[in-house]
């Protein structure tokens, strides 16, 4: 629908002769409203809602509730947020594509258009999930994962080759390229978006949505965008905006210079325990003052995408020279990078240092403060200052094994022996969309192992080492500075290119180490250049898991334990047997900048992506079926036909309280998404594991569960799976069990119990803590959840993108009164639950509470469906069901 331009906000601007339309901030005046003073976020939501205003979803009353926006208060107003571009990785994205080949079919079961069903706003998936580093430590390590991951993945490729044909503006980047926010940046993203509407070329701020968390990476470049569920990037797919309440915008003042030994990564590590302690979840966060300008666009993407691990949407960069810099650098054209100046400048998007906007609330760090640091054992936040490492591991350490003082003698194939025990890093990985973008830690870890070979160290032989670059440049800069052997020689060879150790894919242990570690209840560690270190999500051998840069990787992977001090102590000897300590082969600034200066430049950027949709030789070469709708392969246990529309009525049916409810979980404090999404590997005795061995799958041929996403059959048999999950509801166990009343209380698999509650038509709900759903933006986290029959949640509080895709998926989330939770109502899990007033939604009212009776326990949870579009979301049953109504009228 064309703009009704309120404020006569449509103009033209010229760049070098070539014209664009734009929306003009600055025509939006009036009393009590000051564009100008707006933080450099809000100003970019400004234009989109300028620009997409059409009297009905978008108003001029909304526009002048962002323009007056009264940075004091609690968000209540409502925007609707329309989304230049949608970016995917291959596990969420697969879903994805499979939702919209059942839309299609769906679609026309209903006498509609099939192609209607096709991306209205551009999408683009890189497939950088699916790489499992099953061969390390070999120069033919990156080959053979390649193969073997196509060996795994075939049905799935294939699926997605389908879609990039089929569906129109979709695009997927192949396997083998890198990681989805470093091509993101590096290529993707455009800083300010062309695109032609109604014959006009227009010009607007590049904004995305993307289906992982870590989009917030493109914050660093001047981008808005975040991640969103799987089931949202969908309907934006479509063009549905997505909806929003006006954020509280977070000031981060930055001062001074980086210390002298300190990486970016001890950066993020600070920021993030700063900003998590200070509280933000729901809020922007926006970085401003002179040490902005200090700070390399690198470090600006690393702090970026740490933004789930602060809680916040977004952390954001505004647009200076340094953004032009890395633009140019990375081999965007003339004409681009002219555009973004110009229209950031005419549009007061650009970065002034002595600026400063009207914020809610405000924070400050001087650069100089930073120390080396790490985070875990195993949350992002927990920062532990290197310096104190070892102590801390040393107190941590009894909490997670009772055999504190073991020493187990190992010998492995080749002969080697040694003891090994707790605190023994087992991975030490460069891994990660977070760093591995960032050419300042990424050299420096290069060249600390060129030094550390030149003085005759080696990894210790209990460590799996890995390298999983986030774009084929890093191997280029590697190369062409000399660095690769050096890495080689330590046993960093390459693996592959994509998300390996940070999301699970790290592959199994030296076999005889796995076997120590468990035969022994030993808490070895692994240590990794990630962004998340939770509790089961590396590897179901590793008990403690930290983050570090990619120089403490090396340094780890030679120190060899976590009980190393590595201030202190020794990394081991030189050829001559003297002590060689980090601070012997830690490089400087000088050597970092100056390998950069020689290795990196921007033609290496435009062969690296200069047919980046086209693929090798192994993508070309797949058989792929054709058609507007999929061929379904009935024996296919990668893609399956999903069953979200099956019978689903024209119209939808009046929602429903719930009543004679059980409990299939009561759970504690900061469930992540990790604990209740399927994820890692899938183990033979599980549900899922006999559900494939039924089905005539080798255990050797499971792969992990987020390549098995496209198959609902696998996901739903996972969820709530993960081997730490605690369910109170059955005490002393841990993983994915539960009491099932049908069966007098017995203790069985969650997926089992459910199975049984569905076929007594038995609603469920879970009962949590506090911090519900934090962590990645899994969409199967809520997909599951209502697949398993769950109705409702009850929580103390949620993160911000699980709640919204608990609605999307036909799922009430209601809240306990403030100060209240399950332990002070003195619930057990095993009351029957009825809850009420939910029926209110039928009136287009929706109820700020309802009434929850369970057992001889009353009270009243606050619902929270916190805005007039996830209302819409949960009277259809679901975003999917409501998008599609909308099409077909349409």
Same mark, same amino acid.
């Given at each position: ?20 339309e ?11 409203l000051d564009q ?18 059409d ?50 079919e ?17 999408a683009?998936m890189v ?38 044909g ?6 997927v980047?192949p ?11 590096e ?8 695109r032609?509407?109604?014959g ?5 701020p590049?904004?995305c ?10 914050n ?8 969103v569920g ?28 980086l ?25 922007f966060?926006e ?10 666009l ?35 054209s ?21 600026a400063e ?15 080396p ?7 992002p ?7 104190n490492?070892?102590s ?18 190992v010998?492995?194939?080749?002969g080697t ?9 087992t991975?030490a ?6 760093n ?11 060249l600390?192992a ?10 210790k032989?209990?460590v799996?080492?890995?390298l ?12 062409k500075a ?5 890495l ?32 022994n209840?030993l808490a070895?560690?692994?240590v ?14 590793i ?5 570090a ?17 590595l ?13 060689v ?11 970092i ?39 379904w ?22 929602v429903t309280?719930?009543?004679?409810a059980?409990?299939l ?11 209740i ?10 549900p ?13 041929d ?10 609902h ?7 709530? #799976?993960? !081997?730490? +999950? ?9 993983? @994915?069990?539960? %009491? /099932?009343?049908t $069966? ?6 969650v997926y ?7 076929? #007594?038509? !038995?609603? +469920?709900v ?8 934090? @962590?990645?933006? %899994? /969409?199967w986290? $809520? ?14 509080s949620?993160?911000? !993108? ?12 209601l ?67 409501f ?8």
């Open positions: 629908m064309a703009s009704k331009d309120s404020f006569g906000a449509k103009s033209t601007l010229d760049v070098d002769g070539k014209a664009y734009i929306f003009r901030l600055d025509a939006v005046t009036g009393e009590g100008a003073s707006l933080p450099f976020s809000l100003k970019v939501l400004l234009e989109n809602l300028l620009r997409t205003e009297g009905a979803d978008i108003t001029a009353e909304d526009i002048k509730a962002l323009a007056g926006w009264d940075a004091d208060a609690q968000p209540d107003k409502e925007i609707q947020f329309t989304p230049a571009r949608v970016i995917m990785q291959d596990f969420t994205g697969v879903p994805c594509i499979v939702d919209l080949a059942t839309m299609r769906a679609m026309a079961d209903l006498g509609g258009d099939a192609t209607k069903i096709n991306p209205l706003a551009p683009e497939i950088d999930h699916s790489v499992m580093a099953d061969v390390f430590g070999t120069p033919e390590a990156f080959e053979r994962n390649v193969e073997i991951e196509y060996e795994r993945n075939r049905e799935r490729y294939q699926f997605l080759r389908w879609g990039q089929a569906f129109d503006d979709f695009k980047v396997p083998g390229t890198g990681i989805v926010h470093q091509v993101n940046i290529h993707l993203a455009r800083t300010i978006f062309t032609e509407v109604g006009v070329l227009q010009a607007y590049d904004t949505v993307g289906t992982d968390s870590h989009t917030t990476m493109v660093g470049i001047g981008v808005v965008g975040w991640g799987g089931i949202e990037a969908e309907a934006a797919m479509l063009g549905q905006p997505v909806s929003m309440l006006i954020p509280r915008v977070v000031g981060f003042k930055l001062s001074g210079d210390p002298e030994g300190t990486t970016a990564t001890d950066l993020v590590l600070t920021i993030t325990e700063m900003v998590r302690k200070h509280g933000v979840v729901g809020k966060v970085f401003y003052g002179p040490g902005v300008s200090a700070l390399p690198a470090n600006r993407a690393t702090i970026g995408n740490m933004s789930p691990e602060f809680g916040s949407t977004i952390a954001v960069f505004p647009i200076d020279e340094e953004t032009i810099k890395y633009l140019k650098l990375t081999g965007r003339e004409e681009q990078l002219a555009l973004v100046e110009a229209y950031a400048k005419e549009q007061g998007l650009w970065h002034d240092p002595s906007p009207r914020y809610s609330e405000k924070l400050e760090l001087d650069l100089a403060s930073i120390v640091s790490l985070a875990g054992p195993k949350r936040q927990d920062r532990v200052q290197l310096s490492a070892a801390a591991f040393a107190s941590d350490v009894t909490t997670y094994t009772s055999n504190v003082d073991a020493k187990i003698p010998t492995l194939a080749d022996s040694f003891e090994l025990e707790n605190g023994a890093v991975i990985s460069i891994t990660s969309c977070t591995t973008s960032n050419p300042s830690v990424m050299i420096g870890a290069a600390l060129k030094k550390a070979v030149e003085k005759g160290l080696t990894r032989p209990w799996k080492t890995t999983a670059p986030g774009s084929k440049v890093v191997s280029d800069y590697y190369e000399g660095l690769t052997p050096y080689d020689k330590l046993g960093f060879n390459l693996v592959g290119y994509g998300c390996v150790t940070c999301i699970g894919n790290s592959g199994p242990l030296i076999p005889e180490v796995s076997q120590a570690i468990n035969d209840d070895v560690v692994s990794l250049s990630g962004n998340r270190n939770f509790e089961g999500r590396i590897s179901p051998d008990k403690m898991n930290y983050l840069s990619p120089p403490l990787v090396v340094a780890y992977a030679l120190a060899g334990s976590m009980k190393v001090d201030f202190n102590d020794p990394l081991g000897q030189d050829q001559d047997g003297n002590d300590y980090m601070r012997d082969i830690w490089p400087t600034p000088t050597e900048e100056e390998t950069i200066a020689m290795a990196i430049n921007s033609e290496m950027f435009d062969d690296s992506y200069a047919d980046v949709f086209a693929g090798d030789d192994r993508w070309r070469s797949l058989q792929t079926p054709e058609g507007n709708t999929f061929e392969d009935p024996t296919s246990t990668y893609v399956r036909k999903a069953p979200y529309f099956d019978g689903m009525p024209d119209e939808p049916t009046p309280d719930i009543t004679g059980r409990v979980l009561k759970l504690g404090d900061s469930v992540t998404t990790d604990h999404s399927p994820a890692g590997a899938i183990k033979k005795d599980s899922a594991g006999r559900y494939l061995t039924e089905h005539g799958i080798e255990h050797r499971f792969n992990s569960y987020g390549s098995r996403r496209g198959n059959e696998v996901m739903i048999r996972g969820t709530f #799976a993960n !081997i730490r +999950l605690r369910n109170q509801l059955a005490p002393g166990t841990e993983g @994915g069990v539960t %009491r /099932d009343f $069966a007098g209380g017995e203790v069985t698999s089992e119990a459910s199975e049984n509650y569905i076929a #007594a038509g !038995i609603p +469920l879970v009962l949590s803590g506090k911090e519900y759903g934090s @962590g990645s933006s %899994r /969409d986290a $809520a997909k599951g959840t209502s697949l398993l029959g769950v109705k409702a949640v009850i929580a103390e949620y993160e911000r !993108i699980h709640r919204s895709n608990l609605i999307g998926m036909g799922v009430i989330p809240q306990y009164p403030e100060g209240q939770n399950a332990e002070s109502l003195g619930l057990t899990g095993e009351e029957t639950f009825s809850i009420s007033g939910i029926t209110e939604l039928n009136e287009g009212r929706t109820p700020k509470t309802v009434k929850v009776t369970a057992g001889d326990v009353s009270f009243d949870a606050v619902v929270r469906i916190d805005t007039p579009g996830e209302a819409n979301y949960y009277r259809n049953g679901g975003i999917m069901q998008v599609l109504r909308n099409l077909l009228r349409g």
